[in-house]
Structure formats: C-alpha cells, structure tokens
C-alpha cells in the first residue's frame, strides 16, 4: 500500500503561483513513477503531469505545459506540481497519484487538494 497526502492548494488570482505537495508513505516510493491529475466541476478527470521513477522523464497535458512543472525527491518521498501563471481554467481539485513499476494504471491516490484561480 502506498499512501499519498497532498497539500498546497488554495485560492490565488489569475496569473499567480501555487506549488502543491505530494507526501508519500508505506513503500520504496522510487518504485512508482508519479502523476498529478486534477477534476473540475462536471468534467472528467484528467492526467496534467506524470513523473517517471527516476524523475529523469516528464510529460504534460499541452493546456498547462510551459507553465506546470512537475517534479520528484525520492529522498523526500515527496512529488511537486509547480504551477505558474494560473489560469481561472485551472481551477480544479488535484490529486496525486502513483503507478507500480508492473502496472499500466494508476493504483493509488490521495485524498486532493483543491486549486481556485480567480479572474
């Protein structure tokens, strides 16, 4: 089992910053490549950033690459979403999820943290 916290979200206006965290516990966290995803009202959640084991490979949804960074502390157990020049289209909970070396989906995910971007 892995266990996931995030933290980090809150309120900012448009054009702002907010770094999330995401903690991790329970297995060798350098085991699971990571992702960031994020669900806003009445639409489908959907992948914003993933994070490969090593933290050596990075891939984004194209309306945040640019300004989303995603990255990882194996050291730390810890994965970052750094998000600039927010966006009110941003506004979404996020969540932080992890995917097993022998698995194709994501297996486990923490509770969100929700992200408001005002205009």
């Known amino acids: 089992q892995v266990q996931l916290v995030e933290s980090g979200g809150g309120s900012v206006q448009a054009g702002g910053s907010l770094r999330l965290s995401c903690a991790a516990s329970?297995?060798?966290?350098?085991?699971?490549?990571m992702g960031w995803f994020r669900q806003a009202p009445g639409k489908e959640r959907e992948l914003v950033a993933h994070?490969?084991?090593?933290?050596?490979?990075?891939s984004y949804a194209g309306s945040v690459e640019g300004r989303f960074t995603i990255s990882r502390d194996n050291a730390k157990n810890t994965v970052y979403l750094q998000m600039n020049r927010l966006k009110p289209e941003d506004t979404a909970v996020y969540y932080c999820?992890?995917?097993?070396?022998?698995?194709?989906?994501?297996?486990?995910w923490g509770q969100g943290t929700q992200v408001t971007v005002s205009s």
């Open positions: 994070i490969s084991r090593s933290g050596g490979s990075t």
């Open positions: 329970g297995r060798t966290f350098s085991d699971y490549a």
């Open positions: 999820a992890a995917r097993g070396r022998m698995s194709v989906t994501y297996g486990y």
